[in-house]
T-cell receptor, first 113, second 116 residues
Framework: SQKIEQNSEALNIQEGKTATLTCNYT??????LQWYRQDPGRGPVFLLLIRENEKEKRKERLKVTFDTTLKQSLFHITASQPADSATYLC????????????WGLGTSLAVNP | GAGVSQSPSNKVTEKGKDVELRCDPISGHTALYWYRQSLGQGLEFLIYFQGNSAPDKSGLPSDRFSAERTGGSVSTLTIQRTQQEDSAVYLC??????????????FGEGSRLTVL
């Protein structure tokens, strides 16, 4: 069955460092993949979308990579700030799944001042 | 408003009662999703509406759950005879489909349901 795996352990890093979050998927080939941020008690907020023919996508301090051979996406936050502390969700899109995104459980990131 | 609006934001009910949760999507968005999120868990897909097509109900956990979307806009999720395991945050999201792609989802802030 289709499966999404994100870092199960919470990630704690020091302010100013680069945070790297991992999303691995198995048993399908998504046409694209989305990353969302979720703060406690709030709905997820879209951050970035990367397509299968794109190796890398950047937006301000955020960078996403997509390796279809490894079946993996990496999400980087450079020069991290305490305000970046949140849960980050990975959602690959599979056209065969009736247009539904499949969601990872998310990785909790804490940036310490 | 400009975003997805959900109501109520919090609902406490007694086991066995029926509840209705409302979602007002972004105007013009053709797709509407309902998800459920339990504490510390991921997003559990419930139901998906797209335009005038028949909804995808494959995620509804039991026949106590139903949803409708009137006029291609507002949606109501109904849970009949609530059980304690129904306690969760119910999230609604809308999206504008472009071509064959889904596009980003815009989420509401959720309705937190507590069944006593």
């Amino acid at each position: 069955s289709q499966k999404i795996e994100q870092n199960s352990e919470a990630l704690n890093i020091q302010e100013g460092k680069t945070a790297t979050l991992t999303c691995n998927y198995t048993n399908y080939s998504p046409a694209y993949l989305q990353w969302y941020r979720q703060d406690p008690g709030r709905g997820p907020v879209f951050l970035l979308l990367i397509r299968e023919n794109e190796k890398e996508k950047r937006k301000e301090r955020l960078k996403v990579t997509f390796d279809t051979t490894l079946k993996q996406s990496l999400f980087h936050i450079t020069a991290s700030q305490p305000a970046d502390s949140a849960t980050y969700l990975c959602a690959p899109y599979n056209a065969g799944n009736n247009r539904k995104l499949i969601w990872g459980l998310g990785t909790s990131l804490a940036v310490n001042p | 408003g400009a975003g997805v609006s959900q109501s109520p934001s919090n609902k406490v009910t007694e086991k066995g009662k029926d509840v209705e949760l409302r979602c007002d999507p972004i105007s013009g968005h053709t797709a509407l999703y309902w998800y459920r999120q339990s504490l510390g868990q991921g997003l559990e897909f419930l139901i998906y509406f797209q335009g005038n097509s028949a909804p995808d109900k494959s995620g509804l956990p039991s026949d106590r759950f139903s949803a409708e979307r009137t006029g291609g806009s507002v949606s109501t999720l109904t849970i009949q005879r609530t059980q304690q395991e129904d306690s969760a945050v119910y999230l609604c999201a809308s999206s504008f489909h472009q071509g064959g792609n889904t596009g980003e989802l815009f989420f509401g802030e959720g309705s937190r349901l507590t069944v006593l």
